[in-house]
């Protein structure tokens, strides 16, 4: 794969060749399907790229392996660089959504203001996102989903299911519970406000595809509202 990117979050805007960051050396096959620079804090944090996708056989970014017993499984990954010490891009953690017999597919990735990352695709089958306990269950059909973890740490804090709904696009609004956007096949638009408390999203509304409307396929958000 060869995505060349325009990263305006670090100083230097660099341009990015993904050949060469991200190139994966495993046994099996990857797809990144989207990617967001968070810029860093002038402290604990450098400057660092999350990128979303999907992969099957083994995964490997030295210095990190993720291995797959079949099918296709979710992976997301964070990149760093200090641009002080001229080092290039660092895979830095990797997180896996692992299915054992069916498949995980992240579609699209996002990040709040509170420094959680936000993935949304499609599964079937069960997925497992291998901390806390969290999982979700397919009855066997394709389904949709939203899960999220924080950016700097890398590790996943939730996941949730989206019925009706197969997401291809995800924005995320301000503040401390921000409503989280979804677009895809089987809404214009659906709407999720994050409760910060109790780490969970509730439903808050949905407007239907307008007729002769396919899938959409992206989705975006400007303040005031909109």
Do not use: H
């Amino acid at each position: 794969m060869l995505l060349s990117l325009l990263c305006g979050a670090l100083a230097s805007a660099q341009i990015l060749d993904w050949e060469a960051a991200i190139g994966e050396v495993g046994s099996g096959q990857s797809t990144f399907t989207s990617v967001v620079a968070r810029p860093g804090n002038g402290g604990t944090q450098p400057p660092a790229a999350l990128a979303a996708g999907f992969f099957d056989g083994d995964f490997a970014i030295v210095p990190n392996t993720l291995n797959n017993p079949g099918g296709v499984d979710g992976v997301v990954a964070r990149f760093e660089i200090d641009p002080a010490a001229g080092t290039g891009w660092d895979a830095v953690w990797l997180l896996q959504i692992l299915s054992t017999n069916g498949e995980s597919r992240i579609r699209d990735l996002a990040v709040d203001q509170n420094g959680r990352f936000f993935v949304t695709g499609t599964y079937n089958d069960d997925i497992d996102f291998g901390s806390g306990g969290i999982s979700l269950q397919s009855p066997g059909a394709v389904s949709g989903f939203v899960a999220w973890g924080d950016a700097d740490a890398g590790n996943w804090l939730g996941a949730f299911d989206t019925p009706g709904l197969l997401p291809e696009s995800i924005a995320v609004g301000e503040g401390p519970d921000p409503d989280i956007y979804l677009t895809g096949d089987g809404a214009l638009a659906r709407c999720y406000q994050f409760d910060n408390n109790t780490n969970t999203l509730n439903f808050k509304w949905a407007e239907l595809t307008p007729t002769g409307i396919g899938i959409l396929t992206d989705i975006a958000l400007f303040s005031a509202p909109g």
